[in-house]
Nanobody
Framework: QVQLVESGGGLVQAGGSLTLSCAAS????????MGWFRQAPGKEREFVATISWNGGSTYYTDSVKGRFTISRDNAKNTVYLQMNSLKPEDTAAYYCAAAHLSGVAVATRQYGRWGQGTQVTVSS
C-alpha cells in the first residue's frame, strides 16, 4: 500500500516561509486527490488544503488563503505545501493524505492513507 512521508517542517520566525513535501512510495498517487491537514496540541485535526489528481483544482481553508499554495508533481509522486507569511497560529503537526477520490476533498473521512506528520513551529 502507498506510504506517505512528509518532510520540510521546522522552526521559523513569524513572517517566514517553509515548504513541506509529501513523498509517496510503494505505489502511485497520480490518480488521487491529495490534502494537507494540521493538528495543534489539544485541538482536532483540521483541513488546510487539497488538490485534485491533475492539479487542476485546489481549495484552501480560509485562514491560509493567499499565504499557502498546494501543488503536486505526479512524475515525482510528490505533493508540496508552500507556506508564506507564517503566523504563530500556524504552529502544528502537518499531515499529508491521499483521498479515496480523484478530486478535491476537505473531510478527513474522504482520505484513506496518511503520513506520520512533520512539525511546524512559528515563533513570534
Amino acid at each position: 500500500q502507498v506510504q506517505l512521508v512528509e518532510s520540510g517542517g521546522g522552526l521559523v520566525q513569524a513572517g517566514g516561509s517553509l515548504t513541506l513535501s509529501c513523498a509517496a512510495s510503494r505505489g502511485t498517487i497520480g490518480s488521487n486527490g491529495m490534502g494537507w491537514f494540521r493538528q495543534a496540541p489539544g485541538k482536532e485535526r483540521e483541513f488546510v488544503a487539497t488538490i485534485s489528481w491533475n492539479g487542476g483544482s485546489t481549495y484552501y481553508t480560509d485562514s491560509v488563503k493567499g499565504r499557502f499554495t498546494i501543488s503536486r508533481d505526479n512524475a515525482k509522486n510528490t505533493v508540496y505545501l508552500q507556506m508564506n507569511s507564517l503566523k504563530p497560529e500556524d504552529t502544528a503537526a502537518y499531515y499529508c493524505a491521499a483521498a479515496h477520490l480523484s478530486g478535491v476533498a476537505v473531510a478527513t473521512r474522504q482520505y484513506g492513507r496518511w503520513g506520520q506528520g512533520t512539525q511546524v513551529t512559528v515563533s513570534s
